[in-house]
Every structure is written in structure tokens, then in C-alpha cells.
């Protein structure tokens, strides 16, 4: 609802602050690259690296390019065709993001407001990817988060200052905003106007009948429109598998396990339990009264009022250890079933304790454990030795040579895709794509240059790793016309009938605008065409539509009583004639929780425009710099040059 105002009014709302702060974010964690919270990134003279200075701050080429590429990244999740050519309107945006956080951070540090790295610790704590499994803060979990994102510990923590700085300046400035009553009711008496009128649909598909392109029509059409037929980027890849399968014929010895057995025989040796009944007092003397009449028949919990009489349920050595001592523990568990033992010096006083009973389980001689232990040893020797041949195929990649080479000498097999596109698949083979858990080789191939070194790909999970190098490479480039030529007649088609029906369209508009009836105007077009339609709605429906608003809805509550207009069809499949009839205003004192509704949005629009305002404030005192011929450089060769 507030943007249909906000376009109504033709203001400037959609530029808050707080939207351009929640892009920062997002650019920061997703795809750009801040470095320094008063880091001194001083030179405008400008320095040829810079793009823009804020003060001490500065934005450089490195920065808006290392930007552009995460976004890049970000973009071929979705779409693995995207090069920079599809990202380039975003080059100026980005580029604001980052000179607005560099003029917040100036405008903090000239005004005295520095945040404690304490704070920023705490909401680096708060990221749930820095969280190990024990859900606190995890420096390994840290770093994995840091290596994943390609950012640095000092990025992170100026992108963390940059969003407290925009929390802690920015909400004493949009609180408690405020719109009145008398402010509100007209906007939402706006939103109950009823308006009603007719429209003509002029479609593409009627203007389509005898249209027949000539070959000189097709070439023509095709010569004017060759990018619409770029094929992407395809490469053949070539792969070989470092996996599972070339470490098969590694097993365990009996060697290995027998000493694997040996080395950890506690683990697999029975488990005794002891039921006990203890008495504990503090005098020994009356211990070893206790003792005597324990051993001459009498139980334990006879012991005396003086005495700490408990049962203790099943106890292995180290469990009652841990309660009464090593020394009271080994004389316990040296004794048979049904003995007293003590007295003994315990970690509470002197023990007398009865074994009443003792149980045996588990344990495993090394036969019985010989399956598991042969498992893990198999296991574990598997992992060595297929990291030993990832680390000899390296080397002998970082010795010079070549894909053929490295896998040659490491006996690995090889094997070639046919050309196929940054998604996998084959232009000429429909049925063709590379298996889901190659992606990650797949994106190497097409970020690695034709001449660069191979690189050694992890695969996810225990698929291993994938040695990947470019073969043939080729370029984008237009279709062929013959490969193409029923998509480009198709094209044809409907760019002549779209521009016949545009035609009819104009023609039908200016008459309607000289006043002639919209009915009789299109019967006067000397075309068949669908009948008019009346049209009725309250503009209440455009404001509740979230944007997807049909055009004949749109114009009618964009032109006057008795005006006309036309719209074409955003989906091209014809054109629309909109005459307004009758407009009738609406009266919001009968619906007051409208009111009320829209006063609430006002209110947010005004926060927004005051830390828009705040924000532009600090981009005139700060005498924000930019280096116009270096942005102009770096978008181009950005756009041109990168890959």
C-alpha cells in the first residue's frame, strides 16, 4: 500500500536508509569484500587504486572488484550462466553501499563514537555459523565460517561496525516518528475511490494471420538481434577421480590389528560391576568395631547412629574411585563376592565396605574383535593413502606439469565431457549433464583459464577429490542462423505483428482522444478485435496487489475523468485502450481502522525519510570524493574483462 503512495507522490521514499543498511549487510556477509574499520585508507590525491574517499575511509578498485565477484558467485547459484555482463546494473549500486559505510564510519570517528572491540566480539559470538556443536563460540568454526565466505577477520569486524554504527546512530533518529490523524485521512480516503471505465484489448496473435518472413527477412532480423542468440561459454573438461577406488587394494595387516588390539586392550577387555553396602565413620576405632562385627555375621546397617550407612547400585573401580579414592577402591575391588572389606581411609572418613555382589560383562578377545578393529584400521590406512596421492598429484602439479602429466603419473583415469555450458549440460545432447556431485569440479572448470595449471577438487561428501583442467574452450557467441532458424521466424513473427498491432493501437488511442467513442474506434480499425470491456475498481485493490497490478488497472487510476490512454502488455501479447468514465472520491471517516492502518505506515515512511535525510547530512559534511574516470575504469574493464 505504501508504495503505491510513494509513486503516487513521486517521492523518495524506497531510498531509506535503513533498506540501503540492510543492503550493505547483505553485501557484506554475501558478496563484497570492507576492509578497516579506521584502518587510515588515506590517498585522494586520489591514489590510483581509490574509487572514492570519506576522510581517513577509502573505497578502492580492489575492493569494488572483489565485490563484484562475490556477487558474481552469488548470482551463478541461481542462474551458472551469469558472467559480469549480468550484474552490471548493480556495479553503482554496490559502489553506494560501500561509500555510504565508508562515510558512516568517517562521520563516527570525526564525532568521537568508537566501538570497544569487546562489542564487536559479542556480535561476532552471535553469528550462528561461528558455533561449534556445542552451540558457544568456536574458533575453528570461526575460521571455517571466514574461509567459506573469503573474508578476512579485520572484514568481518568492519562489516559488524558498520552495521552497530548504523543500529546506534541511526535509532534515535527514526524513533518515534510520528503522523497525525489529519495527516493520514486523506491518503486513505484516496485508497476508497471508486472509479469506473472501459478498455480494448488489441491483441498480437490477431496482426500474426498472412505474415510469411523471406529469407532476407530473417537475416535482416537475425543481424539486428545477434545478442538475443548468444550461446553461452562451452568448454570440454577434462577429469580424473581420486577416490575411494584407487585406494581398494589397501587393507589392514594382522600386524596392524593385533597391535591396534594391544594398544587399546582396556577398551576391549570385560567390565566388572560391584554391588556395595559402606558404612563410614570418622573414628577408625569404631571402624574396625564395625569391621568385626560385619565379618562375624552382623550387617552393616547395624552400624550405629553414628555411622553413614549407604548401598551403592552396580560400581565399576573408576565410578567408586571417583567417590571414595583410589586407595579405598583398589582394596574394594581386590576382594571376592560377600567379603568385608576395611576399615579404609576414604575421601569421607574410614570405610567399612561389603562386596555383595560382583558381575562380569562384555570384553572381547582379539579374534571377536578383530571385524571392527580390521574396519577402522582398513578405514583410517584408506584415508592416508588417498591424501599421499592427492599430495603427489599436487606436486607433481606444482612441479609444471600438465593435466595429461599429472594424472598420468599418478595412474589416474581420465575422462573428457563433450562441450557443455557452465550448467553441465550439452547443447547437443539433451540427455547430458554432469553428475550432481561433480559441481563442484564443474564451477573450477569454468573459473579456471584455458592456460592455467589444473586444480585438485574436494567433492562433497566421500566422493574424494577430482584433478579438473579446461580442454577446448569456446568463446560466446551467437547461434548459428540455420541451427536457429524456426526460433528466430517465431521472433519475427511477433516483433512484425507486435509492431502492426502498436500500429492499430496508436491509431485507435488519437481517436479516442479527439473524442471519438472507444466502441467505434475499434470497429473503425478495418481489424477484427476482441469487443470493449467495462472495467470497474477501487484503488484500494492496486494498494493490496504488492505490485503485480494489471496495466488497464494501473492507467485507469493514472488518468482523469473522460481521458484515455494506451498501455502495452507486459508479457507482449498486445496492447490496451483505457477510457475513465466515472470517478467517485471515497470517504475514509466511516472506516477509521483504515485510517488508523494507513497512519502506521506513514509513520514508517517518515523514519525512513528522516534517516534518508540523516544519511545525506553526513555525505555533505564528510565531502564524499569520488574518482569518476577510475569507477568509469574499473565498471568497464570489470564488465569487459573479468570472468
Not at 166 to 180: C, G, I, K, Q, T
Not at 185 to 209: C, H, N, W
Not at 613 to 642: D, H, P, V
Amino acid at each position: 500500500m505504501l508504495t503505491f503512495f510513494r509513486r503516487l507522490s513521486k517521492s523518495k521514499f524506497g531510498t531509506g536508509i535503513i533498506a540501503a543498511f540492510f543492503l550493505l549487510i547483505l553485501v557484506g556477509f554475501a558478496m563484497s569484500d570492507l576492509t578497516g574499520v579506521g584502518s587510515g585508507n588515506i590517498g585522494f590525491g586520489m591514489g590510483s587504486s581509490n574509487l572514492a574517499q570519506v576522510g581517513s575511509q577509502a573505497v578502492t578498485e580492489q575492493e569494488m572488484s572483489d565485490a563484484m565477484q562475490r556477487r558474481l558467485q552469488q548470482e551463478r547459484q541461481t542462474n551458472p550462466e551469469a558472467d559480469y555482463s549480468s550484474i552490471a546494473g548493480e556495479f553503482d549500486r554496490i559502489l553506494s553501499a560501500l561509500i555510504d559505510q565508508r562515510a558512516l564510519i568517517a562521520f563516527a570517528e570525526k564525532s568521537g563514537f568508537r566501538l570497544s572491540k569487546r562489542l564487536i566480539d559479542a556480535e561476532i559470538a552471535q553469528l550462528p555459523q561461528t558455533r561449534g556443536l556445542n552451540g558457544q563460540f568456536s574458533e575453528e568454526a570461526y575460521q571455517a565460517f571466514l574461509a567459506q565466505q573469503r573474508l578476512t577477520d579485520t572484514q568481518v569486524r568492519e562489516i559488524i561496525a558498520g552495521g552497530l554504527l548504523e543500529r546506534l546512530m541511526f535509532a534515535p533518529v527514526v524513533a518515534n516518528s510520528r503522523v497525525s490523524v489529519g495527516m493520514a485521512t486523506p491518503y486513505a480516503s484516496m485508497l476508497l475511490e471508486a472509479r469506473e471505465g472501459e478498455v480494448a484489448a488489441i491483441p498480437v496473435d490477431v496482426f500474426k494471420r498472412g505474415l510469411n518472413p523471406s529469407d532476407a527477412d530473417l537475416q535482416r532480423y537475425y543481424a539486428a538481434n545477434r545478442t538475443r542468440y548468444m550461446v553461452p561459454e562451452q568448454r570440454t573438461v577434462r577429469m580424473a577421480r581420486i577416490g575411494p577406488e584407487q585406494v581398494a587394494n589397501v587393507t589392514a595387516s594382522d600386524q596392524e590389528i593385533a597391535a591396534q588390539y594391544n594398544a587399546n586392550r582396556a577398551a576391549y577387555a570385560p567390565k566388572e560391576t560391584r554391588v556395595l553396602t559402606q558404612a563410614v565413620v570418622q573414628d577408625q576405632r569404631a571402624a574396625s568395631a564395625i569391621a568385626a562385627r560385619a565379618k562375624a555375621g552382623s550387617a552393616l546397617s547395624a552400624a550405629g547412629a553414628n555411622a553413614a550407612v549407604s548401598s551403592l547400585g552396580p560400581q565399576t573401580r573408576a565410578g567408586y574411585a571417583s567417590i571414595a579414592g583410589d586407595r579405598a577402591a583398589a582394596a574394594v575391588f581386590s576382594a571376592p563376592a560377600g567379603a568385608v572389606v576395611g576399615p579404609v581411609q576414604s575421601e569421607f572418613g574410614w570405610a567399612v565396605v561389603k562386596v555383595e555382589s560382583v558381575r562380569t560383562e562384555g570384553g572381547k578377545t582379539l579374534a571377536e574383535a578383530r571385524p571392527e578393529i580390521a574396519a577402522k584400521v582398513t578405514a583410517d590406512k584408506r584415508k592416508a593413502a588417498l591424501e599421499e596421492l592427492v599430495e603427489r598429484v599436487q606436486s607433481a602439479v606444482d612441479d609444471g606439469g600438465n593435466f595429461a602429466e599429472a594424472a598420468g603419473q599418478a595412474k589416474l583415469p581420465v575422462t573428457t565431457t563433450p562441450l557443455i555450458m557452465a550448467n553441465g549440460r550439452s547443447r547437443t545432447d539433451a540427455s547430458y549433464k554432469v553428475a550432481p556431485e561433480l559441481d563442484a569440479a564443474l564451477k573450477a572448470a569454468f573459473e579456471i583459464a584455458a592456460n592455467d595449471p589444473p586444480e585438485i577438487v574436494s567433492l562433497a561428501g566421500d566422493n574424494g577429490y577430482v584433478l579438473v583442467s579446461p580442454g577446448e574452450v569456446v568463446p560466446s557467441a551467437p547461434a548459428p542462423l540455420q541451427s536457429i532458424r524456426d526460433r528466430v521466424a517465431g521472433d519475427w513473427l511477433n516483433s512484425e505483428a507486435s509492431r502492426r498491432a502498436r500500429a492499430v493501437a496508436v491509431a485507435i488511442d488519437a481517436k479516442v482522444r479527439r473524442g471519438v467513442p472507444l466502441a467505434q474506434a475499434l470497429k473503425e480499425a478495418g481489424t477484427p478485435l476482441p469487443a470493449v470491456r467495462p472495467m470497474a475498481a477501487r484503488r484500494i485493490e492496486i494498494a493490496n496487489a504488492q505490485g503485480v497490478v494489471p496495466p488497464p488497472l494501473r492507467m485507469l487510476f493514472s488518468l482523469t475523468s473522460g481521458k484515455s490512454g494506451m498501455a502495452a502488455d507486459p508479457q507482449g501479447r498486445g496492447f490496451f485502450i483505457v477510457k475513465v468514465g466515472k470517478i467517485v472520491p471515497g470517504n475514509a471517516l466511516l472506516q477509521p481502522a483504515l485510517i488508523s492502518r494507513m497512519q502506521n505506515e506513514l509513520q514508517q515512511a517518515a523514519a525512513q525519510d528522516y534517516a534518508s535525510q540523516f544519511l545525506s547530512a553526513i555525505r555533505e559534511q564528510m565531502k564524499i570524493r569520488r574518482n569518476e574516470s577510475a569507477i568509469a575504469a574499473n565498471k568497464q574493464r570489470l564488465i569487459t574483462g573479468g570472468s
